[in-house]
């Protein structure tokens, strides 16, 4: 497992993805995994920064992601959502590691009020 700095959540009772794990595109009545990150800025004009690194460094990596299904970024004043939707539980937790390592190397923890919030859920 990668190196995560203090203060980000992880998801509990990660389970390691399979090499052999291919993902596929859903059927119709398949559910999807919504993944959500939650960022809270020390300002708006950060919340800015923290969506043009996203869109810039983060977004692309997370794209190309196996089973990424597609997302939006969003923001409203201080706060930053990140949601992106997923084949299955296991492409959603294996691509969020390498999120928190690019995350972790940026300058975007030092833009936050608190901690990174992860949730994910079915759909």
């Known amino acids: ?20 794990a291919r993902s596929h595109v859903p059927r119709k009545g398949e559910r999807l995994i919504a993944r959500v990150l939650r960022a809270t800025t020390r300002s708006e004009e950060a919340a800015l920064a ?6 810039r460094d983060i977004g692309p990596s997370e ?5 990424f299904e597609g997302g ?14 997923w084949t299955d539980l ?10 928190l390592t690019q995350l ?7 833009m936050l009020t608190r901690p990174l919030s992860c949730r994910v859920r079915s759909l």
């Open 1 to 20: 497992m990668a190196a995560v700095p203090p203060g980000v959540d992880l998801l509990v009772g990660r389970r390691q993805r399979a090499a052999t």
């Open 50 to 55: 923290v969506a043009a690194l996203w869109g």
């Open 63 to 67: 794209r190309s992601a196996p089973g």
């Open 72 to 85: 939006i970024l969003l923001r409203e004043g201080t706060d930053v959502l990140a949601v992106s939707c």
């Open 90 to 99: 296991l492409d959603a937790e294996a691509a969020l590691d390498p999120l």
């Open 104 to 110: 972790a190397e940026s300058p975007v923890l030092g």
